[in-house]
């Protein structure tokens, strides 16, 4: 039992850091408190530092701090952070995760078909369902999200769904995804810079990204690392369908933001046909 509650744990505290990437961004970024350029270096630049000192000195092998990761991964890595902050410049924060994780499992499926695995009907009906209702969502309309910003959040997702398919035969995770950040750091220096020089930052601003970086994504992607290896692969895409949830409650509670008929309706489509999809693929692959 202790075993069990320490994975529900990890899982749950990995959750909340990804739904607080997407209220921290939009708190930072709704309000003009820093720009997206300036967002995403300080973003990088935080996270490659604390999961760097945490492989340095919680590490006992020789060199320390030795990284992994490679140039891919970093490039990925990347182009799912700069995306990230310039859509949440033009979307919600429940919106906006809704958008990117839809994005990130269809593309992790695509990719499976891609390679060979063929779905079958259960499948096909839950991807069916999935993709009628992301139409729904970014149908013409009074509470449709911004068009621009949704094609870039589908793109940060299939950026992000690319990280996570480099990444996952990897022994050594945290080395790994250290590696990747520190790699983004002289594009995260130099976004900073072009940010600082360009546009006033706030000093509340730069908390924010900071909090993002260190926080939200290095501690958040050392914990999710953590409980993986004890989630089956539907277990682990189904649990993360949790987070448009809880960033959407995010930003009610607070950015004030209102939880329209339309993002209620496609959440449950687009959230229930994916997790439809993924249960049809295990049942099958079983």
């Known amino acids: 039992m202790g075993v069990l509650m320490r994975i529900i744990t990890l899982t749950a505290i990995a959750m909340l850091a990804f739904a607080a990437n997407s209220v921290l961004a939009r708190l930072a970024l709704v309000d003009g408190a820093i720009d ?3 967002y995403t270096g300080i973003r990088l630049i935080a996270g490659a530092v604390l999961l760097y000192a945490i492989l340095f000195w919680g590490s006992t092998a020789h060199p320390r701090g030795r990284v992994g990761g490679n140039w891919s991964g970093a490039a990925a890595l990347f182009g799912y952070a700069i995306l990230f902050s310039i ?5 919600g924060a429940g919106m906006g995760a809704l958008i990117l994780f839809a994005s990130v499992q269809m593309s992790m499926l695509g990719w499976a078909m891609f ?13 069916g369902l999935a993709l009628a209702a992301l139409v729904y969502l970014v149908s013409p309309g009074l509470s449709a999200p911004n068009p621009l910003g949704a094609m870039l959040m589908a793109i940060a997702g299939a950026s992000w769904a690319a990280y996570s ?20 750091l ?28 260190a926080l939200a994504s290095g501690l958040g992607y050392a914990v ?6 004890a989630l089956s692969r539907v277990q682990a895409s189904t649990v993360q369908l949790t987070v448009p ?8 509670i607070f950015i004030g933001e209102s939880i329209t008929l339309r993002l209620a309706v496609a959440s449950i489509g687009i959230l229930g046909g994916v997790a439809f999809a993924l249960w049809g693929s295990e049942h099958r692959k079983r």
Do not use: Q
């Open 87 to 91: 859509a949440y410049v033009m979307l």
């Open 186 to 213: 002289p594009v995260g220096i130099a976004l900073t810079a072009f940010g600082l020089l360009t546009l006033p930052v706030s000093l509340e601003g730069v908390a924010y990204a900071v909090a993002s970086g």
């Open 36 to 38: 997206a350029a300036s």
């Open 115 to 127: 390679k060979g695995d063929r779905p079958g009907m259960i499948e096909w009906a839950g991807i």
């Open 165 to 184: 398919l480099i990444g996952r035969g990897s022994h050594s995770p945290l080395r790994d995804t250290a590696g990747n950040f520190v790699r983004c």
């Open 224 to 229: 999710w690392y953590l409980a993986l290896p």
């Open 245 to 252: 949830a809880i960033a959407a409650l995010g930003g009610v």
